[in-house]
Protein backbone atom coordinates (compact mmCIF):
# COMPACT_ATOMS: atom_id res chain seq x y z
CA UNK A 1 0.00 0.00 0.00
CA UNK A 2 1.08 3.51 -1.00
CA UNK A 3 0.41 6.34 0.82
CA UNK A 4 1.10 9.70 -0.33
CA UNK A 5 2.36 12.57 2.10
CA UNK A 6 -0.21 15.07 4.13
CA UNK A 7 0.05 17.56 6.88
CA UNK A 8 -3.10 17.39 8.90
CA UNK A 9 -3.44 20.61 10.51
CA UNK A 10 -4.33 21.57 13.99
CA UNK A 11 -8.12 22.46 14.14
CA UNK A 12 -9.25 26.12 14.30
CA UNK A 13 -11.91 27.15 16.75
CA UNK A 14 -14.59 29.79 14.57
CA UNK A 15 -17.57 30.80 17.04
CA UNK A 16 -20.19 32.75 14.46
CA UNK A 17 -23.62 34.23 16.19
CA UNK A 18 -26.42 32.99 14.73
CA UNK A 19 -28.54 34.58 11.70
CA UNK A 20 -24.25 35.49 10.90
CA UNK A 21 -21.95 34.52 7.80
CA UNK A 22 -19.99 31.80 8.22
CA UNK A 23 -16.98 32.32 6.22
CA UNK A 24 -14.09 29.58 6.21
CA UNK A 25 -11.00 29.59 3.80
CA UNK A 26 -7.93 27.55 3.28
CA UNK A 27 -4.78 29.15 1.25
CA UNK A 28 -5.39 27.15 -2.60
CA UNK A 29 -8.03 26.29 -4.47
CA UNK A 30 -10.77 23.44 -3.67
CA UNK A 31 -13.86 22.08 -4.82
CA UNK A 32 -15.22 20.22 -1.83
CA UNK A 33 -15.95 21.02 1.19
CA UNK A 34 -16.88 17.96 4.29
CA UNK A 35 -19.01 18.52 7.58
CA UNK A 36 -18.93 16.36 10.66
CA UNK A 37 -21.80 16.63 13.45
CA UNK A 38 -21.44 15.52 17.20
CA UNK A 39 -24.15 12.81 16.09
CA UNK A 40 -22.04 11.21 13.78
CA UNK A 41 -23.84 12.77 10.87
CA UNK A 42 -21.54 14.17 7.77
CA UNK A 43 -22.34 16.19 4.83
CA UNK A 44 -20.28 17.44 1.81
CA UNK A 45 -21.05 20.35 -0.79
CA UNK A 46 -19.22 20.24 -4.18
CA UNK A 47 -18.30 23.15 -6.27
CA UNK A 48 -20.44 23.23 -9.44
CA UNK A 49 -18.82 21.21 -13.05
CA UNK A 50 -20.57 19.86 -15.64
CA UNK A 51 -20.44 16.35 -13.91
CA UNK A 52 -23.08 17.03 -11.40
CA UNK A 53 -26.48 17.18 -11.35
CA UNK A 54 -26.59 18.98 -7.40
CA UNK A 55 -24.28 21.71 -6.73
CA UNK A 56 -24.19 24.40 -3.79
CA UNK A 57 -26.30 22.23 -1.52
CA UNK A 58 -25.67 20.11 1.17
CA UNK A 59 -25.72 16.25 0.54
CA UNK A 60 -25.22 13.79 2.38
CA UNK A 61 -23.55 10.33 2.60
CA UNK A 62 -26.08 8.79 -0.28
CA UNK A 63 -24.75 10.57 -3.52
CA UNK A 64 -28.21 10.93 -4.47
CA UNK A 65 -29.65 12.44 -1.23
CA UNK A 66 -29.56 15.92 -1.02
CA UNK A 67 -30.94 18.61 0.94
CA UNK A 68 -32.73 21.70 1.53
CA UNK A 69 -31.88 23.58 -1.96
CA UNK A 70 -32.63 27.32 -0.10
CA UNK A 71 -29.42 26.81 2.14
CA UNK A 72 -27.93 29.61 1.37
CA UNK A 73 -24.48 28.67 0.22
CA UNK A 74 -21.51 30.03 -1.78
CA UNK A 75 -18.87 28.15 -2.51
CA UNK A 76 -16.08 29.30 -4.40
CA UNK A 77 -12.69 27.21 -5.90
CA UNK A 78 -10.57 30.28 -4.42
CA UNK A 79 -10.89 28.56 -1.03
CA UNK A 80 -13.83 29.77 0.81
CA UNK A 81 -16.99 28.17 1.79
CA UNK A 82 -19.57 31.08 2.36
CA UNK A 83 -23.05 30.08 4.34
CA UNK A 84 -24.48 33.70 4.57
CA UNK A 85 -26.77 32.77 7.43
CA UNK A 86 -26.03 30.29 9.73
CA UNK A 87 -28.48 28.60 12.62
CA UNK A 88 -27.51 26.14 15.54
CA UNK A 89 -27.77 23.11 13.08
CA UNK A 90 -24.67 24.64 11.21
CA UNK A 91 -22.11 23.80 14.28
CA UNK A 92 -19.79 20.89 13.16
CA UNK A 93 -16.27 19.82 12.41
CA UNK A 94 -15.57 21.05 8.92
CA UNK A 95 -12.95 19.98 6.81
CA UNK A 96 -11.06 20.10 3.32
CA UNK A 97 -7.85 19.15 1.55
CA UNK A 98 -5.50 20.93 -0.55
CA UNK A 99 -2.42 20.57 -2.56
CA UNK A 100 -0.13 23.32 -0.78
CA UNK A 101 2.95 25.12 -2.92
CA UNK A 102 5.31 22.55 -1.31
CA UNK A 103 3.35 19.77 -3.22
CA UNK A 104 1.85 18.25 -0.22
CA UNK A 105 -1.56 17.50 0.60
CA UNK A 106 -3.02 19.66 3.39
CA UNK A 107 -5.96 18.95 5.67
CA UNK A 108 -7.56 21.54 7.18
CA UNK A 109 -10.07 21.34 10.49
CA UNK A 110 -12.70 24.31 11.70
CA UNK A 111 -14.23 23.56 14.74
CA UNK A 112 -17.36 25.98 14.22
CA UNK A 113 -20.00 26.99 16.95
CA UNK A 114 -23.04 28.47 15.85
CA UNK A 115 -23.99 31.34 18.91
CA UNK A 116 -22.60 32.41 22.12
Keep these: VCSLPAIYEEPIDVIVEEGGKLELKVPSSVNIWHREFADGRSEYVE ?6 EVSNVWRGG ?14 N ?4 VILLQVT ?4 AKYFT ?3 GDD ?3 HYSYFNVKIGN
Design 47 to 52: FPNQYL
Design 62 to 75: DMFHTHDPTILISL
Design 77 to 80: QDGY
Design 88 to 91: AAAS
Design 97 to 99: YYM
Design 103 to 105: HVH
